[in-house]
């Protein structure tokens, strides 16, 4: 008995898909990767991708939406697979042949994007004409009732070839404003024909869909479908919860084996799975189907950490963990829960960059693992870096997350590391961000991991401990890694070390407590986090000044609505294209976008413009610098420098 | 997938070099480049181009039109 079946006994239980058995409650969701090519075959980065999810230890592992029409209208990412056609079918064997190697139940999606299809035509296809809200998605077209009957027909054919190519079981795609979801919901959905109208009929769509595959594949193969449980767009007539409950029913009764339920869309106005959600947030959602529709249901959506679920599981809300994002972030997640080694997880900060690449037609990419994208390539080392033959003394400034991925890889790679900071605790500026409000305390999950990392490959930490020239002249290291982060540039105006300026970092570690009137400088993420932070507190007045015609261009477009939305909330006045010109003890000078010189009093400056710190004295051996030390940006970057940087050594 | 910049298209007016959320592009010779090793793959810069000089885009697998003759399907 491993650690994982005593302390997650639900978790680690068999399961049932239909009449299949599953080893554990975890699924692997569907994840669009953008790996494939982009005329629709399956690529060997893809297939070693899904080697990586399947070795990993999940119970079930769910294969990418495969589009179903050969026009490309429900084809939404420009490297999905397709499965329109036999030729397909070969390249999807292999990944169906790779779950199985596992001994993981094998699942292909099918998924026409509908609504957000279309992404090599200028026109995408939907129940109804009803103008889209977001600027990258292609104009829609109203089906035709005889072009709906050929997509069921594709549908259907899809799911045959999904069998054909030796899948344990289908899943069908019915989520965030792909079709089915768009013939379901009052919102977009218009039609007089049998296709639309009231719940019976907006179900008529997806209910064929699934009663089609249902007479061609037999009572046994299990279908699995994903629905969305609460739209979130009751603010543009989306359907209410009751109708979706409904609606849902009715879909599942068709023949459905598992019900994985969703909630919101896209074009949805609030946060569903951003870091201001709290993990476990939606459970209820699901626990209502589960109630309701008394048939086997699971969820992903922010349950990140497993007694999220065991919880769940035990209370019998869900039939199996779902996971998407954490498994992006470390797809050896179920094995390590299993062994007991939480802390060697690396933990998904839903920074949704992997998200926000793939509506960019870029691949998938992860703030925290590097190595998505290269799993079968050794020198990247997903599946274990093998020791050195040249050992190699290193000295690491900066024990931030820089500086702590760098050693830790460094480590593995069996290096000698030391890893220096000059303050009493480690993390640097993520330890710092930790402090801000809305979830932003999970940044302290990954600190830990790093240093877990670190300590359990023999990288030594020394805090309290600045790196000076007699230090470096005693150690003699072969290499010097200068992750000494950025701090706030107080030379970039006059004034920047009058009484009332503070740093960010400061203000945010609780070092400073500024006065009520507080003027940030700044226009990158770092000046936004920090309003949060005073926002949160609810006792100050505050404002953000910087030259840039935008605040936050740095950071994910899938945060920035929400920041923006929180900093009106907040009353945070925005002075943007606004030069500082002095900083003095009434405020600040600056210069408008006319050119006329502003006063903006305040109590309080706070300086969030960064600058690399890297004021380097002297050195010896190879120096490299990473990070913000290099050039400031992002966490992301932090640990993309630190990792690439280490691997080569 | 890395971007990259047609130096023949590109007439240096530096939108990309502004809209760079990780702040790693400049002009050289008038020109677009980036620091490779900092890149993030993000895909903005060649979204923000205004002469469509910035090539991002997947690599087809068999070619238009192509059939792949090895597979019969039994159905």
Known sequence: MLPGH????????????????????????????????????????EVAYMEAQARGGAGIVTTQGAYTDPRGEGKGYVGMMAIWDDKFIPGLKRIADVIRKYDAVSVLQLMHCGRVGGIHLDYTVGPSVVDQRLPRFRPPREMTAEEVEICIAQHVQGALRCAEAGFDAVEISGIVGYLLSNFISAYTNKRNDEFGGDVQQRAEFPRRIVAGIRKQLGPDYPIIIRLCGEELLLDRGGNTPEESLEINRIICNAGVDMLSVTVGWQESAESVISRDIPQGNWLYVAKRFKNELKMPVCMAYRLFEPKYPEAALAEGSIDFWESCRAMIADPMLPNKILEGRQEDIIPCMACNICLARLFRDAELTCGVRPTLGHESEADWGFYGFKPTTDKQKIMIVGAGLAGLQAGAVAAEKAHDVTIYEKKDKIGGQAATAANGPWGDVEFLRLVNHLRSCCESNGAKIKTNTTVTTELIERESPDKIILATGAKPDREAFPGGNGDNVVSCLDLMDGVVKPGKRVVIVGEKGVAISTALFLVDKGEYDVSIVGAAKKLGLDVNPSYIWRYMKKLKEGGVTQYTRHKVKALAPEGVLAEDPDGREVMIPCDTIVLANMVPDNDVKYSKGELYTIGDALVTRRANAAIHDAYRLAMTF | MFPVINVFRCDGCGVCVKRCPAQIMGLINGKAAYLQMLCEECGICAEVCPTNGIQFELPRAYGAGEVHEAYQSKR
């Open chain 1, 6 to 45: 005593k302390e997650y006994p639900h978790i680690f239980s068999p399961g049932k898909l239909g009449k299949l058995e599953t080893k554990n409650r975890i699924k692997y969701a569907s994840t669009e990767t953008n790996f494939n090519y982009s005329d629709g075959y399956v690529a060997d980065k």
